[in-house]
């Protein structure tokens, strides 16, 4: 199959994909320059071209201080590194050329001038939308998350250019999720939280708890709860399947962050683990309750004390929100 001067050659395009994401690693970026459909012998050529390269024009606007000093420097160094493929029409196969020679460093000294791509955008909004300061992202999840891209080399300019879609307060986000379930089972309330959200939570005497959705209800009978609770302020609410216990989190989350298991990525082992898609926002207010939880409560507190706690918070914010409103 290889002719000319294709010398390299993968089964199919999902194994071209994913070297082509092994190749990235080395921090260099592909984009796609090119795409061309040859309908008598090739299904279709791709040419890809280092993202430091030419743009293949010639620059509108002319300096008037071509003498001046930059501190960043320009990310354009006319970068010669191409990768052209080759597929067929009768077979899965697929060819290709690389020049991988650059005119500039890669690795960490390239970083600056590569795009973090929208799933590392999604991954950092969910940190930041669970109340993770930005400064502790580029250092406390470098070892549990390297594998998940440039993580792991963050700067903290980067945190600055990337927000939360939702600008609310900590605790509306950390319940937000399950409060629409809420809102579906109970379409009587108000919900009036919605409307402002700079109210502070005040605590309210003998609040009103509304009856569990079969789908949030307890494994465990009533009996089989502790005695002594958390208080709503030191756990952040979330929402769990049918009959996951706290000492299934603390197993999970043990197996998510395994270094050695590191030839999945963290978003499969959550799904694999508590049986859900991966959704940045869910993943991190799980990560939040795990982190929040005490030796004792990984033993004794259950599913049925995290959906009192919730209930609690939510009557709070709805009955100073009434209040307010009265």
């Not at 071209?16 to 061309?36: D, G, H, P, S, V």
């Not at 690389?98 to 929208?118: D, P, V």
């Not at 605590?203 to 009996?223: A, G, K, Q, V």
């Not at 590191?262 to 982190?291: A, C, I, T």
Request: hydrophobic fraction near 35%; proline fraction near 6%.
């Amino acid at each position: 199959m290889l002719s000319g001067h294709f010398s390299l050659q993968w089964a199919s395009k999902e194994d071209f994909t994913a070297w082509r994401e092994e190749e990235q690693k080395k921090t260099i970026e592909f984009l796609e320059n090119r795409r061309i459909w040859d309908g008598d012998c090739f299904d279709e050529t791709v040419y890809y071209v280092c993202s430091r390269g030419a743009t293949g024009g010639t620059a509108a606007y002319t300096k008037k201080n071509s003498h001046w000093q930059q501190k960043v420097p320009a990310k354009r160094t006319g970068c010669k590194c191409s990768l052209t493929i080759k597929s067929y029409l009768n077979t899965k196969t697929v060819v290709g050329k690389y020049n991988e020679s650059h005119n500039h460093e890669i690795g960490n000294a390239n970083l600056r001038f590569t795009c973090i791509s929208k799933e590392m955008r999604e991954l950092i909004a969910g940190f930041l939308r669970s109340g993770v300061s930005s400064n502790n992202i580029p250092l406390a999840q470098t070892s549990s998350c390297s594998h998940t891209g440039h993580l792991n080399v963050i700067t903290h300019n980067n945190m600055i250019r990337i927000t939360p879609c939702t600008q609310i307060p900590l605790q509306l986000a950390l319940i937000d999720c399950t409060l629409e379930e809420l809102e579906a089972d109970e379409p009587d309330w108000d919900m009036p939280w919605r409307c402002n959200s700079k109210i502070s939570p005040s605590p309210s005497s003998s609040p009103s708890i509304p009856s569990f959705s079969p789908r949030t209800s307890s494994p465990l009978p009533s009996s089989s709860a502790p005695s002594s609770q958390p208080s709503p302020s030191s756990l952040p609410a979330s929402t769990w399947p049918l009959g996951l216990t706290v000492a299934h989190i603390s197993a999970a989350f043990s197996h998510i962050f395994d270094n050695e298991s590191s030839l999945l990525s963290p978003q499969r082992r959550f799904e694999m683990e508590f049986g859900e898609d991966w959704n940045p926002d869910v993943f991190f207010l799980h990560y939040n309750l795990w982190k929040a939880l005490s030796k004792e409560d990984l033993v004794t507190l259950d599913l049925i004390c995290l959906l009192g706690i919730l209930l609690l918070v939510k009557t709070y914010y709805h009955k100073r929100l009434a209040l307010n409103d009265s």
